[in-house]
Every structure is written in C-alpha cells, then in structure tokens.
C-alpha cells in the first residue's frame, strides 16, 4: 500500500500484493478494496479504483491537517496509517554568482553558487533534489528517430555541497565532485537539533536548465526515504560487504508500504540568465 | 536460614582460632621476573589453594607450623616448596619455564585447576596458548583463540569479535589492564586491537561473573599486558603479510623497575603510496593501522608496586586527491581509536591486606574529514563522534582466615559521550553545530565478593551496588553474585553460579562486524539500562591425570535489550534522536556446552560443542512473538590441538590445527518484493529503457520478519606450522606457516539477488601466509 498525500496534488494511493523474491510474475493488484480517508477524523473521501491497483480521490488535502486511512479488503485484516501534511518550507537563494574554469587565453561558465536559507517555524525535514533538462538529446541529427526534438528531463542522481545540516547517511567519496564526495539521489537535511531554526548552506553546482526541488517530509516518509535509498545503495554496492540489508521502514497497520505527505517548494533555474 | 548463618559464622570463627599463619607473596617468571596471574597455589596438606591474582599476588592461610605448598602455572615447570612458618611469611616463587614433554602428568594433587572458577564459566590463557593457534594472514590474535571455547563463537566468519551465551559482542566487557577499550577492532573487524606480543594473559568469563566486574551483561574479558622483563633486556620484531611488529622490553632498575614498548603497524598503504608515485599518480588513497603498548612498572619496595600502562590503537581511511594545475586539492580522511592510560598501585597493608588503587582514562573516538582547498578558497567539514571515560578504581583482598576471604572495593566513572558532533570551517567562519549532543553521565559502583573455601566447598557469594547518574536522572541497581563449587571424590566438581547484570551503555550498531561507526550511547530516561540474569549448572571431572572433561548448562534472560525499529539504520554516527531510533525488547538463551581438554604432553588441544538457542522479543516486530536472534548457533563444534615434534636439541617445531563447524547464521534476507510509489523526481524521468527504470524505482526487496534467513552450516579447517631454532646469545627466530580454510570451502558472508537469481558471496577462500619473528 503505497499513498503520499501532498497539498499540490489531488490523493493517488497503489495497492497490490507482495510477491516472493525469486518470483518473476508481474505483481497482483487489488481492485476491490474499500478505501477511505478521515480528515482529522471526519470522513474526507472514499477513494475509487480507476485502474489496475489504483485508487484515486479527486480532492487536493491540507498543510496542517490529520489524515486517517482504513482499508477493508475481503479476507484480509484491516489495514490503517494516518499522517500530517508538513508545512511548505520557505527556501531563499541569494543572487548567482558564476563560476568560471580559467584557462591561459579563455575562461568559460562552471557553475553558479548561492546561498540558500530554509526557514520553517516547526521541525524541518527537508529533501533536496534536482530535474535538468535537456533538448534534442537522443540525435537531433536524425529526424528519423522518435523524441528527436522533444525536451528530456534527467535526475540528478548525485548532488554534491557542503552543508552542515546534511545527513551523511548517502553520502559517498567520488572525486569526480569538486568536493570529493556526492550524496547518493537526495540530501537530506535537518533542523531537529533546535527546530526553528533556519537551515543555510551554499550550492556551488547551480547549472543552467536545472529544476532544484525541496520538499519537507512528514515523519513517517521522511523515515521511509532514508530506508529506501538505505537499501538502494546496499543494493547498488554488491562489492560491499559489511553492510546489512535493511527493512524498509513502514507506517502501516496490517501492510506494507508508506501513508506519508509531503510538501513541495522549487527554484527555477531553467531559463535563468547569466552574464558571462 | 538463620540457623544455617549461624553455623557459618561460627565454622568461621572456630577456624580463626586456630594457629594460623599466613603465607603470602607473588608468584613470577624466574627469567624475566614477569609476575604470573592465574598461578595455583595449593596446600596439599590442607587441600586448600588460592590462585594469584592480576598483578601475581596470593594470601594463603596455613594451618600447620610447617608447610608444603605446590604452585602450577601452564607452561611452567611445577614446583614444590617446604617452609617453616613461625612467623606470617611473604614469598616471591619463581617458577621456571617449559614443561617436560615425557612425563605425561603434572597435575599432582590439584585436579581441579582454578579454585574459584569452573572452566566453563572461566577461561585463561596466556601468550604461548593464544599464539598456538593457526594464524591468519600472519597474525594470531586472543580474541579468535577465544572462539574455539564453548559458548563462545564470531559474529561474522574471521571476526575478532565475539558472542558469549548468545549475547551481543556489545555486551562483552573489554578490559586492558583494567581499563576498558570501547571498540577492539581493526580493520572492519578482523583483526582485534591486541597485539599478541604485548599480551601477557587474558581471562575470559562467561558465567559466575565476579563481583568485582560490572557494566555488561554477558562476558568479561579481561586483557593483561606484559610487564617488561625485570632482568634482560629482550626483544622480538615480526613481520607478517599485513603488518609488521616490534616489542622490547628491559629493566630500568634490576629486578625493580622496567618497560614494555610494542609498536605494530601495517603497510598497505605505503606500498600503495609507492605504487601511485610511480604511476605518477596526483590521488592517494589508503588504509593503515597500528597499535601501541606501552608499559612500567616499579617495585617501590615489598610492601608498594607501581604500574603505568598506555595503549593507542587507531585505524585510518584516506583518499586525497589533487590538480596542481588548477590549484585544487581535497583530502578525505577518516580515522577511528581507541586510547587507554592506566595508573595502579599495589599495596600490602599487612599479609591480610591487599590493595589496588587505579586511575585511568579511556578515550575512543571516530572522525572524518573533508578538507578543500579550491584555488584558495579553503573548506573543512568535520564530522566526529567520541567516548570518554574517566574513572578511579580501587580492589582490596582481606584473606582474613583460611577459610574465608573479602575482595571489596569501588568504581567511579565520569562519561561524556558525543555522538555526530560536526563542524565546518572557512576562511571567515568556524561553527560548531550540535555541540549540545554532548551527554555526561557518572556511574558510582560498590562491590564485595566473599569467599569461602572449605575442603570440598568454594563459595563466592557477592553483590555489585551501582548508580547511574545521566542528565539529573538517577538508576539504582543491586547485581547479586554467587558462584560455587563442590569438589567430590574421584576428581569430580559439580559448579553452580548466579549472576545479575545491569549495562548502562548501548551500542548503536547496524552491523554484526564490529564498526567503526558503532557508537556507544549511555541509557536515559527513555531507554532503560539493560539487565541480565543467569544461572549456570556444571560437572567437571579429569578423566584421565592429563584429561578434563566438563558439560554445563545455562539459562539467561535480559532485559530492556535494544534493536533498530522497522526500517531504522545507523550509517555514520550522525543520528541524532537515536532514542527515536530504537526499540527496547527482551532476549533469552539457554544451551548445554561440553569440552574435553588435553593440557599437557607433546599433544594438547581442546574439543568443545555447544547446543544453544539464543531468542529476542520485541514489541511491534515479527508479531510480537519470539524471533532468533542474529548470533543464535544452535550446533557449534569445534576442536583445536597444537602437536610438538621430535626435534634436534636448540630446534622447535609445532604442528597445530583448528576446525570449526556451526549453524549457520541467522540473516535479515530480503525475502519479498513490494511494488512502492516512485520517490520524488524520479517519476518520467528516464530514456534509455523506461520499463527498467520504472522497475528499479519502484520495486523493492523488503523482509517482514528479522533474521528470517539461516545460512548454511558454516565450517572451516586451518593448519599451522611453526619452526624455532635457538641462535646463540640467547636469540631465536621462528618462521610461522598457516593455511586458513585448507580446503576452500566457500562459506557465505552474505546473499543478494542478481538478473533474477541469489547469489552467495563468500570472501575468505584458502589463505595461505607466512610471517617470520625474531627474538633476542
């Protein structure tokens, strides 16, 4: 059972069963589940079935509230979570500065730095990530070929700067990044030491066509996140030994899987101008 | 009840009246005048005997004017002294080394080995013993050897740490010369922190845990280091695949005061600095390890002993790189160790009264930092996380008649524990963030034990009082202790002990390895200290003069054991709320161990089985129901032996071999797989294969209940050969030659899924080595 709730949007929530490891079958949805979600518990929806496992509620929740799920699904013990959507982070960025690679006759645009303020009057439980675009990637030579003049978007899938607030947890030595070390898909980063208080730190990497996202998790996603990528990256570095698999954190009563929000804040840096 | 006191105090009294006279002293290598710790000192006459304590002391309370006492220590030759005694006398027994590989028997009248103790719940060995085992990769180490004992086994295969009775390795107290050392391991956990060279003894206890120890719940090993010979100046260097070793050690004054210093290190990483520097190379990377022990000791006079012991172990991980030619360099760099200084002081009040006063401070710490330095814009991030412990110690022994003795004495310990503290630093500023993590507590402990000694009967009845103290909130324990021993005819002993343990410091850990990472976190108010209670019943019985056989069986529970929630991990040290991050639940083990021992002749060895079950509870996992725990083995076998060879006189030659078979491990296999909603950003992103893409991010491998997955049996066979040969002037050299799993089995250390299949990765197949040692 899979549901995010996030202000922006209107609820989504996937249900299907689990399969064995050394199975190979498609996973089995379940299409005749009774979905119902309380608001700070007042019945809010009933969510329908729209397509195979999917279960869809045309209403858009609220920062600050309560959300109650229960699941009725014949033969199957009932399953519950609840969640509150966290509040939008406020994020800050002072003006570009460019920085450029010198060479003796030249010099051309690295990167942009700023610094950035993340501000929230409660505990911040902030996930950073990147979307860049690119244009006519596959050939823009070739008209031949499908998408040859579409816009892609890529994630990032590791990003690299300095910031004391940042957990470590993904964070891993490459010295293809200027500072020798990049954060494995997200940075996450925190206030919990005095929530409050603002989060500063400074980006070196900002680049042209760049979309950079922060969303501040509720408790349970935001412990829902760390494990997943925790056993991504176990996953990923096989050569890797002394780490242990990791169970993925749930919130669900009777199921696995995640009833968690979030909110979404985002800097546009697709169109920005630089003077060079 | 009372009736029974009563009857006590007055066999006692009685026994006081009589003529005594005490016999005490210390009991010493007569070459280097080195005191020996576990030495039996036994009056036939009487049948009572007292084994020497840590720094070689006994008080022994005779009967008789005249007096025949036997002293035996393992690796010495037995002596037989006769003395009057007018007066209370005080003696120095020196014992000579070796023993005479012909005559089969040495035991004599003393069948029954340490007179406290059974062998099951203590075990001893010294520095011949712990570097009879096979070597891997060149080295020997005292925590493997350990791990041939019943109800003791590895983590991990080539682990140096260790679980006892199914408890965690946390919960195994590490002592060097009374000090504790919070993490004991090198290289992600094989190879522990002591060097065998620098090791004069080490007692592990597994049951009946004496008074005088406390703060974890399953073992206590405690690690004494060679003293420095008192005579000759004497050294030994060694060289193996990984590291190479140099100890000396001399008198300062003869026979009054000397020094220990052993250095070791590895040089992994100075021949990858050569390899780099000839490729020419801007990166460096690498890995070291040393350890340092360093050690005094001066006899201020018979009555007054002073010792002072410093040990430093570190581990270090380092990639730097650099481009000159833009002016940028970064260096990565993280390390982690432990340091250790202890002061002691003997004193003999009277020949009733010893004393041991000590001050140490125990120090570990993990660190990594990253240091830029970008065409002069200089950056350093730095993230650490530490231990300290201060502490001041004091042990007193009253042998107040022959059949009674008092050990009391006290413990207090200041704590500070700063777990992730990090910090950054720029040209213009430097903060230091979450300073405020840093966490004291002081932890006040009492202790006595008494002990009872009567003709067939050893007793040792005791308590531990402590106090906890941790950010103004106070935890009172009382830790009753009771171990006996009933010596019947026909070299029988029947043992029974009882123990209670209170472990006020919790390892964070997410590995069975033995981490760097792990952190040592004290209790507070929302995560109680763990406690323990177990009960242990043995026979012990020589079957033959040179043979000791033993079974005994326990049972142990604990309480308030802790484990990660659902989902919940430990990465680097920087969790900060670790209290949210953990789940308090209940543990119990129970088994049967058997050993049969040879330990004397040209062939000595052990054999040793243990049948166990190891359980956790804990509430919100596996339904609230019973699950095994991690280091749970139900069958472990195991059987070692050391055969000396016929050799030409001023030569030496060993043969030993070690076999372990086990239950394999329990395991947290992924053994479902969930299709999960795409995280944040992730969702039409991809255009090399979108199918891929989507299954990767959406699907994950997940298990429901911990430790749902055992291993196969896991089993190994290692050889060693040893050959010294005399030089003249009293030096020596030794070649050492081991093959570790001679017939390569492939044992798993951990299971993944790969194109749609599991796969087994196994990481020690055969290894052979050789190292080389030098003595002079």
Not at chain 1, 50 to 74: D, V
Not at chain 2, 77 to 86: A, E, F, P, S, V
Not at chain 2, 126 to 147: H, M, W
Not at chain 2, 691 to 699: G, I, V
């Amino acid at each position: 059972m899979n549901c995010v709730l996030n202000p922006d949007s209107s609820v989504r929530l996937s249900l299907s069963y689990t399969r064995s490891i050394d199975s190979n079958k498609t996973f089995e949805s379940i299409d005749d589940a009774e979905v119902m979600l309380f608001e700070n518990h007042e019945l809010w929806g009933i969510l329908s079935n729209t397509t195979a496992g999917c279960y869809e509620l045309n209403k858009k929740p609220s920062i600050g509230k309560n959300y109650q799920l229960k699941i009725n699904i014949a033969g199957e013990l009932p399953i519950s979570a609840e969640t509150t959507i966290p509040n939008r982070l406020r994020v800050d960025t002072t003006e570009l500065v460019p920085i450029f690679y010198h060479t003796e006759d030249n010099h051309f645009l690295k990167s942009c730095s700023a610094k950035y303020t993340i501000t929230d009057d409660q505990e911040i439980k902030c996930w950073n990530y990147e979307i860049y675009k690119e244009t006519h990637y596959v050939n823009d030579s070739d008209p031949d070929i499908p998408g040859h003049d579409q816009d892609y978007y890529f994630f990032e899938y590791g990003l690299s700067y300095l910031s004391p607030f940042a957990d470590n947890f993904n964070r891993q030595i490459d010295n293809i990044y200027d500072l020798g070390y990049y954060y494995h898909f997200y940075v996450r980063q925190t206030n919990e030491i005095q929530p409050g208080s603002a989060i500063t730190f400074t980006k070196t990497s900002i680049r042209k066509n760049t979309i950079d996202y922060y969303f501040n998790a509720d408790v349970h996603y935001d412990k829902y996140m760390k494990s997943r990528i925790q056993s991504w990256i176990i996953t990923e570095w096989q050569d890797l030994p002394f780490n242990e698999p990791v169970q993925m954190y749930s919130n669900i009563t009777n199921a696995m899987g995640i009833f968690g929000s979030a909110t979404f804040s985002f800097i546009n840096y697709i169109n920005i101008s630089i003077n060079e | 009840m009372n009736k029974w006191i009563a009857s006590l105090i007055l066999l006692l009294f009685t026994t006081s009246l009589q003529a005594q006279r005490h016999v005490t002293g210390y009991v010493q290598d007569a070459q280097s005048a080195e005191r020996l710790v576990g030495a039996n000192v036994f009056d036939p006459q009487s049948r009572k005997g007292v084994t020497t304590n840590s720094f070689g002391f006994f008080s022994l309370n005779a009967l008789t004017d005249s007096c025949r006492l036997q002293i035996q220590h393992i690796g010495y030759k037995t002596q037989n002294i006769c003395i009057k005694l007018n007066i209370d006398t005080m003696l120095v027994i020196s014992l000579q080394p070796g023993i005479s590989l012909d005559e089969v028997a040495v035991f004599g009248e003393n069948p029954q080995g340490n007179h406290e103790f059974s062998n099951l719940n203590h075990t001893q060995l010294n520095r011949n013993q712990i570097t009879s085992f096979p070597a891997f990769l060149g080295e020997t180490d005292v925590t493997k050897a350990l791990q041939y004992q019943p109800g003791v086994s590895a983590g991990r295969e080539n682990s140096a740490g260790f679980n006892v009775r199914g408890g965690g390795a946390d919960q195994n107290l590490i002592l060097l010369d009374g000090a504790p050392v919070y993490n004991m391991y090198h290289a992600m956990g094989f190879f522990s922190t002591f060097n065998s060279y620098a090791i004069k003894d080490a007692s592990l206890y597994k049951g009946g845990i004496p008074a005088r120890y406390g703060g974890r719940l399953s073992s206590v090993l405690d690690v004494t280091a060679r003293e420095g010979n008192m005579r000759d100046f004497e050294g030994v260097v060694s060289v193996s695949p990984i590291s190479a070793q140099a100890s000396i050690e001399a008198p300062i004054k003869q026979d009054t005061a000397s020094f220990l210093l052993s250095f070791r290190r590895s040089y992994l990483d100075l021949l990858l600095r050569s390899i780099l520097k000839l490729a020419n190379n801007e990166s460096q990377f690498g890995y070291l390890l040393y350890d340092l022990n360093a050690k005094t000791n001066w006899i201020v006079n018979d009555k007054n002993r002073l010792y002072l012991s410093f040990y430093s172990g570190r581990d270090t991980q380092y990639y730097n790189y650099a481009y000159k030619d833009d002016n940028f360099e970064a260096d990565n760099d993280f390390h982690w160790g432990n340091y250790t200084g202890i002061i002691r002081w003997n004193h003999i009040f009277n020949s009733k009264l010893f004393a041991n006063l000590s001050a140490y401070g125990s120090y570990f710490e993990n660190q990594t930092t990253t240091t830029i330095d970008d065409d002069g814009e200089f950056v350093k991030f730095q993230s650490r996380s530490n231990l300290k412990d201060f502490s001041l110690k004091s042990d007193f022994e009253y042998q107040h008649s022959a059949n009674y003795s008092l050990q009391f004495g006290s413990l207090v310990s200041a704590l500070q524990f700063a777990p992730g503290i990090t910090s950054s630093k720029t040209k213009d500023n430097n903060n230091t963030l979450n300073d405020n993590n840093k966490t004291n507590a002081i932890i006040a402990e009492l202790y006595a034990e008494n002990k009872f000694n009567f003709k067939t009967l050893f007793l040792n009845v005791g308590g531990r009082i402590s106090n906890y103290n941790h950010e103004g909130s106070s935890e009172w324990s009382f830790q009753p202790r009771l171990s006996a021993i009933l010596k019947l005819q026909n070299k029988l002993s029947i043992s029974a002990s009882y123990m209670q343990m209170e472990q006020y410091l919790h390892l964070l850990s997410s590995s069975s390895m033995g981490m760097p990472s792990d952190l040592w976190i004290g209790s507070s108010n929302r995560v109680k200290p763990e406690t323990s209670q177990q009960v242990s019943l043995g026979v012990e019985k020589n079957i033959w003069s040179n043979i000791k056989f033993g079974i005994e069986s326990y049972y142990k529970k604990s309480e308030n054991v802790i484990r990660f929630k659902q989902g919940m991990g430990f990465s680097d040290g920087s969790e900060i709320y670790w209290e949210d991050a953990v789940v308090p639940g209940k543990g119990r083990s129970y088994g049967l161990e058997l050993y049969a021992q040879k330990t004397t002749g040209r062939f000595t060895g052990m054999v040793s089985y243990t049948l166990s079950k190891s359980e956790q509870l804990f509430d919100g996992l596996n339904n609230a129901e019973w699950f095994p725990f991690k280091f749970d083995r139900t069958h472990d076998f195991s059987i070692n032996g050391k055969y000396q060879l016929r050799a030409p006189e001023g030569k030496m030659r060993n043969l030993s071999f070690g076999f372990v078979l086990q239950s394999g491990n329990y395991y947290s296999i992924p053994d479902i797989e969930q299709k999960n909603s795409q995280l944040p950003g992730m969702e039409n992103v991809g255009y090399f294969d979108s199918n891929w893409w989507d299954d990767y991010f959406s699907t994950d491998k997940n298990y429901v209940n911990p430790n749902n997955f055992q291993m196969p049996l896991f089993h190994h066979l290692d050889l060693g050969y040893e050959s010294t040969k005399q030089l003249k002037k009293g030096r020596s050299r030794t070649w050492n030659f081991s093959i570790y799993n001679v017939y390569n089995r492939q044992n798993p250390w951990t299971y993944y899924k790969r194109e749609g299949q599991f796969m087994q990765l196994s990481i020690f197949p055969i290894i052979p080595s050789a190292s080389y040692i030098f003595r002079w």
